[in-house]
């Protein structure tokens, strides 16, 4: 007969039980660098089932390693579990490491991709799953690095010899092409659809929603004090009942934007790193806390800064 705290840790939500492990685990690695013992010792019968389940769900196919995320296959047929690291990349393709950088990004990212979600922008993103971890649909992405740009500033300010911080009389969008080999080289959009990267239909949705991401960003960063200079925004395709959609994929966070503050023009973003300025994991929090996300405490007890005109 099964005890009472069987019944309850049997029909305990999946990926409740697979927050607990991982963050045992980091605890774990913090103690003796190294990964959780494989059958650790349990004073409570109901914690060997935790780890017997977890164990199993925590066995998951690694679909693609990207910079700054790994992608798995997800619980259901149609969805990735996307992991968010500490790893990041470097203007000169070094390698560096922000601690915690994947935990924030992934509350951030959660928060804005939910903003977006909620105003009719067709997003990826269905929940988050633990610190590290959130749901997604699987897309087909489009191999398109979009940018939007507000304000001059990085290869914008190089190329044409403008100085950085200049606003812009409106806001630009740019086309690259995804690929670490090539290092992104900037293209048209008669280059997409030449090569048959996207059609005109898809790249007219594209830039449609670009601008509505940027505008609708750029609003809520300036109710808590933060100017959006520039964010970068991947795009994805995604059968439903036998019509296409287009839809925002990846992420939007400190690695994707580049955040100001409105009244010193401090840097908040991987720029920080980049340019060797330091205080590069504050600098992330900051934007988090100005959102209102900070706190581990679920992504629904911060209502967050309204949205300014």
């Known amino acids: 007969m099964k005890s009472p705290m069987s019944r309850l840790i049997s029909a305990a939500d999946e990926s409740f039980l697979h927050s607990v492990v991982l963050h045992l685990d980091t605890c774990y690695m913090k103690i003796d660098n190294a990964r959780a013992p494989t059958n650790p010792p349990y004073k409570y019968p109901w914690a060997e089932q ?31 579990v996307q992991h968010f690291k500490d ?8 390698r560096g490491v922000i601690t915690g950088k994947g935990v924030i990004n992934n509350r951030i990212s959660e928060y804005l991709m939910s903003k977006l979600g ?6 990826h993103f269905l929940r988050r799953l633990n610190m590290r971890e959130q749901l997604i649909r699987e897309v087909e992405i489009i191999p398109i690095e979009v940018v939007v740009r507000n304000v001059v500033a990085g290869s914008l300010a190089s190329r044409f010899g403008m100085k950085e911080g200049t606003p812009l009389p409106r806001s630009i969008v740019e086309f690259y092409y995804k690929s670490q080999e090539l290092d992104a080289p900037l293209i048209t959009e008669e280059h997409i659809t030449a090569f048959g990267w996207a059609i005109p239909p898809e790249m007219d949705e594209i830039m449609s929603l670009s601008l509505r991401v940027n505008d609708f960003l750029s609003g809520l960063f300036l109710g808590v004090g933060i100017r959006l200079v520039d964010v970068r925004l991947e795009f994805g395709r995604l059968w439903e009942n036998d019509q296409l959609r287009i839809m925002l994929a990846d992420e939007i966070s400190p690695d994707s934007c580049r955040l100001w503050d409105m009244t010193s023009n401090e840097i908040l973003d991987k720029d920080r790193l980049d340019q060797g300025l330091g205080n590069v994991e504050e600098a992330y929090q900051e934007v988090a806390r100005r959102l209102g996300i900070l706190p581990e405490s679920g992504p629904t007890d911060h209502k967050g800064p309204a949205v300014m005109q």
């Open 87 to 94: 790893d990041t990349s470097l203007r000169n393709r070094a």
């Open 50 to 80: 935790i780890h017997d389940k977890t164990h199993l769900m925590t066995r998951r196919r690694q679909i693609f390693e990207g910079r700054a995320k790994v992608l798995f296959e997800g619980p259901e047929p149609g969805t990735l």
């Open 118 to 123: 909620d105003i009719g922008v067709p997003t």
